[in-house]
């Protein structure tokens, strides 16, 4: 179970990067900056949380997620016309969809364990852990960020953390099982947000925006 | 006064919460986007401070701070009509006005007590208490920050946090009575910027920016 | 040795905060604002690197940086028409590519003294915080970013610090030297990059950019 969450885990890092490259690529970006970014996408949302939980940073201890990321922003900026074909460009989304669902569930019983500000904590740092490498990519290449659009994203893993939560104070014996579960409540419904385009609905915003 | 100040914070983070909803409605923001940028800008500022001291962060050791701000920014976001209102969104101001006061004196009186870079560090530190969170929410939602605007929202921060150093090194034994007067004209010189539109005068700008 | 950098890292911080206030002097920016962008521009990708590292902030220890850092935004603000004579703003170019190297191997000596995720993450944390504090001046003051230009600024500190740290495991013994030997790999490509106001070359983009 560690081995294969460690697998997802580089899968998940794997396909921050290349779709950081991929948004990114039409704006015209070079070499450098387009790892770098990729970089900041890959391992920036749980940066921010071991600064927050006062851990070292987990990309310190283990030089595999960098390295990945590198790695993987590099293959994509040199076959990026690979990666844009439609199929390929679908299929990541799903993976980083998975790697996000991974990581804010991880966060969560990290947080968890160490009894930091149970329980509304570990579910913060869970979503700051999902999205905070993509608001920090968006913010640095000048694109509007995730919070300002209509995109189903960090709604999924607000579900899922806050059900894991509720399932580790509750039934706390069956933590793996639960942690399993919940990953596979994000993922189904960020899944489904990408295979049918769904959008936050009109009554849940203080706008109708355009679409576009 | 431990109590008093208490909940005159608690009473900062919801104008903090409320303004910050309010500012990115005509936007078009949705239930959850509003509820994390709330968040952000209530207690934003002060987690970068206790980064920096290298403390755990505030609202791990009491999650009244994230609720609190969670409500508000619920409650704003579904009774926007409300809060709009004139009258209610010029309260708001005040509320958030004193909410920056208190936490910058906070953040001086605290720093300056870890012994912290003295003198010059508390008033930094307590300069990125009051106005951090509202910069993340700017630069997250693409608004043009605070730094960029001729808005009176700072300088009276710097003024005040300036004066508190100067009494806590100078009349030591006073502090309790040094930190309410700070507090009341960092409070009072933005009440007064607000009440009356004030600006950051001509001769202090690089360029004279068209009003609006 | 000691001393020298220090005064080194002094004017570095001095041309960071100086040419910050030049960039953003023609938006129209009060007296402030300049002084809190002079400061985070010169002591923001260091405070990141800090936090990172788990160390107490450089700046807490040592107040000289912030009080340059202010006094050049002040002076600047002050007297902007003359640093914007051509030739003093180019030599300002010049030394702010020289504390850029500077910090960028000091870092990636720190790094690597610590034993901080060897052997990349030094090189990572070098770029960090030769770029960091000019990334946040523009992301808070709605510039495009550094990353989204072709500006050769970050590519020769990559060069640099990679090199730094294969010396530094191959030749542990010369370490002074190997320092030396990178600010200056650093700086003359950088002092090349300014002259003869090079770019990253078109095969490294992923698409041409018209220039301006």
Redesign the interface.
């Known amino acids: 179970m560690q081995s294969f969450s460690y697998w997802i885990g580089m899968a998940g890092i794997t396909a921050f990067a290349v779709t950081a490259v991929l948004v ?11 790892t ?2 990729g ?1 900041i996408t890959a391992v920036g949302g749980g ?1 921010i949380r071991d ?2 939980l ?1 851990v ?2 987990f ?3 283990d ?1 595999n997620y ?2 990945v990321a590198i790695g993987a922003s590099l293959v994509t ?1 040199f076959a ?1 016309s690979l990666f844009t074909r439609r199929e390929i460009f679908r299929l990541m989304l799903y993976v980083d969809g998975f790697g996000a669902a991974l990581f804010a569930i991880q966060t969560v019983d990290k947080s968890w364990a160490m009894d ?2 149970r329980p ?2 570990p579910v ?1 740092l869970g ?1 700051v852990t999902a999205i905070g490498g993509g ?1 920090l990519r968006d ?4 694109r ?2 995730l ?2 659009t ?1 995109e189903l994203y ?2 999924p893993v ?1 579900i899922g953390c806050t059900l894991y939560v509720a399932l580790l104070a509750w039934i706390p014996d069956y933590r793996s099982a639960a942690a399993l579960c919940c990953v596979g409540i994000i993922f189904a419904l960020r899944a489904a947000a990408i295979r049918w385009d769904l959008t ?1 609905p009109h009554w ?6 355009e679409p576009g």
């Open positions: 990114l690529a039409p704006k015209g970006i070079d070499l450098f900056s387009a770098v970014l970089i940066t600064l927050i006062n070292p940073v990309w310190s201890l030089l960098l390295w900026f990026e930091f500000g509304l904590a913060i979503i608001l913010v640095l290449s000048g509007q960020t919070l300002m209509r960090a709604t607000l936050v849940l915003m203080t706008k109708v925006k």
